[in-house]
């Protein structure tokens, strides 16, 4: 049983401390939602397999009608684990005295008496999808498994690329790639990065790219002749653990799934998923194949990118700048999360939606109201005398002056709920 404490009463005035947030890379709470499991080729028919997950104990088993069920580890007779168990139809029985329990935890027999307890083991929402077996780590889901926003309610064609461990937090992993200074420092890009960041969902955030390729050399025009409008490179997160990049010019993309999650000491797990519209026919299916092997080739190179600083980094973000502005967004948005303890899943503290209010009062805008969910205004506005054009499709957006960075002394931020205009940073 799953002990309900009461959860803390957020709000969306509730101030973010940058320096030490509340849900980013937190170890002893984990954000509400789905995360990746275990490959589903991983899982047989008739097979169970013990599971650490978030610091929860559980048995991952196959039905033999194929669908996968997650229940809590222990059995309530005497505290064997499940996974010694076996399976037997579409039920699980303990090794133990051979208490067997129904796909939907009800104790259906108990082998030495006629008639079974009233009693029933904890199951979790569990969903197959990418190869992937993912689990939702409450009682009823609020979202769906992540889909890349491009593909929404497409077919798709998958492949899995590399399955990695890192040293350090997903979230930590995560905003590396919203990271505008590291891919001039570390990846030599030659082209600058901005983001254009929308909050789509209370689940899910977006980085699209704005800037184009520079025409300085030969290459890069030849390059820039296939992007009609900005460079290609857009990111979507699901509350922080699973997210996807999508890169390549105008007549192909490529789309990687990066679906990780943390563990007991600390780590992150991570595996990818190579993505691409379905195409139809033999010709459609080799096309697919031919670009899922392109696709691989571009997710081994992010996933082993950055891999030495996620060995070692310890993470403070003790000074941000305004270049760090696309990770202080990462983190604001993740501060809504509803989160649940790390191993008992008792909820932790609940969503803050979205406010939805468009603002009405601020001169420096060009457009008088501003809704983040309307498609016309998706761009986002220019935002005068400021250097982050989009800071108003966000309720609590910080404002950068041109060039100027500023920061409190801890690196607080206070988070702009109000309706009055950006009063982010303190005086
Ligand atoms: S411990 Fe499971 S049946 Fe006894
Ligand atoms: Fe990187």
Known sequence: MVAQTQPAAASSSTPVNIADPDVFGRTDKAVEGWYWALRSADLAKGKVT????????????????GNVRAVDAYCPHMGAHLAEGMVEGDNLRCFFHGW??????TLTSIPCQNKPLDLRIQTWPVKERYGLIWIYNGREPTHDVFEVPELAGQEVDW?????FEKGCHPNIVMVNAIDEQHFTTVHNLPVKLHFDVQERTPQLITFDNTTHIPMSNPFLRFLGRFYAGPLTYKMAYQTGSTGSVTVGPDFLHFHIIFCLRPTSDGKALGQTVLITDRRRGPVGWLVNRVLLFLTKLVGDYFAHGDTKIFQTIKWKFKHPIAADRSIIRFIKHLERMATVTWEEWSVERKLVPLRRKPRQEDASFDEPTLNPFDEKTKAGPHVAGSSFESARNFEDAVSFEQGETRADTEGNFEESTDTEGVTPWPA
């Open 50 to 65: 013990a599971l650490n997950f978030l610091g929860r104990e559980l048995a991952l088993y196959r039905g033999h009608d």
């Open 100 to 105: 067997t329990y129904e796909p939907d935890g």
């Open 159 to 163: 492949g899995h690329g590399a399955a």
